[in-house]
């Protein structure tokens, strides 16, 4: 049987094994997949250990995704792109690190959700590990302008400039938030940490444009912080980052098995879970 895991520090809440069993079971793929907590200072002695006992692949979650970049022999380019892996393949030819994330967030916004991206005004808050995993697959929609706005801005100033090259038609800008004032977006993703605070990023008001879209990375039961806040401030639609995680896992799992799986009934089964508390 071929073994994958995920690896973290903590790791007992990861959804991960539940997600990457109900692929398996669904595509009739012989496989097990675990959670596996490494110490804070052994990230790279649990991957050898895992990988001298057969592991063929493994996600890796927080704190470790710039351990896992080090670590990879070859990255892919959205890998590269983010400076962060989420996502090992090891092969005879060493291990390949990807990072899944940014791609499971543009599929749940365009295949689940349903919301166009390309010809856009996008919005996205943060500056962190998620929001430059997010940049590369957005800015491959062509949204015709794609702002970032950190509470820090000259973090956000810092990723425009790397992102710059790649941006093509798109107008990419960065700033804090105070200088958002004024301005409407058709989209605004939230790739702060601030939920995680039982906050919402502190925005100007007006920011969505008529039928805008409010998305939140974080994901819970009921509304999260960012996505009460957009409703009152005028957000047609909301979403949390539920489907994200599933699709992030569900790009992981192709890498790894060649086959795509289908995320909608695992996601429908999370947020019943969820809901349910
Ligand atoms: P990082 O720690 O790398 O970055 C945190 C970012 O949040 C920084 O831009 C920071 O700003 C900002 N921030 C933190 N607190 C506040 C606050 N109170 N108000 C405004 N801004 C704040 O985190 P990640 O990028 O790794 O993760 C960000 C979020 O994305 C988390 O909530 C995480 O759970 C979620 N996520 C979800 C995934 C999914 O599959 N659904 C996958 C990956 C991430 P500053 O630079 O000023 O410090």
């Known amino acids: 049987m071929d073994r994958y895991a995920v690896i973290g520090h903590p790791i007992a809440h990861s959804k991960s094994p539940q997600i990457h069993a109900a692929f398996a079971r669904q595509t009739a793929q012989d496989l097990c997949y675990d959670a596996i907590l490494a110490p804070l200072d052994g990230f790279a002695a649990t991957v050898a250990d895992f990988r001298k006992a057969g592991g063929r692949g493994m996600n890796v979650t927080v704190p470790f995704k710039l351990e896992a970049f080090a670590l990879a022999d070859r990255l892919t380019p959205r890998a590269q792109a983010a400076g962060a892996v989420n996502t090992l393949a090891f092969g005879g030819d060493g291990i390949l690190g990807d990072n899944t994330d940014g791609a499971g967030l543009v599929r749940d916004l365009t295949i689940n959700l349903g919301c166009t991206l390309t010809g856009r005004r996008v919005l996205l808050l943060g500056a962190g590990g998620a929001a430059r995993g997010a940049l590369l697959p957005l800015l491959a929609e062509k949204p015709a302008v794609l702002a970032i706005a950190n509470r820090t801005a ?124």
């Open 154 to 277: 000259g973090k956000a100033a810092a990723l425009a400039t790397a992102f710059l090259s790649g941006a093509g038609e798109t107008q990419l800008s960065a700033c804090g938030f105070d200088a958002l004032a004024g301005r409407h977006f058709d989209l605004v993703i939230n790739a702060t940490a601030a939920s995680l605070a039982d906050e919402a990023p502190p925005l100007p008001p007006g920011l969505y444009a008529g039928g805008a879209f409010a998305y939140d990375m974080m994901y819970g039961r009921g509304d999260t912080p960012f996505m009460a806040a957009a409703r009152a401030d005028g957000a047609v639609r909301v979403a949390d980052g539920l489907g994200m995680l599933v699709e992030q896992a569900a790009e992981s799992f192709t890498l790894w098995r060649g086959l795509r799986p289908d995320s909608a009934t695992v996601l429908a089964e999370l947020r019943r879970q969820l809901d349910a508390g």
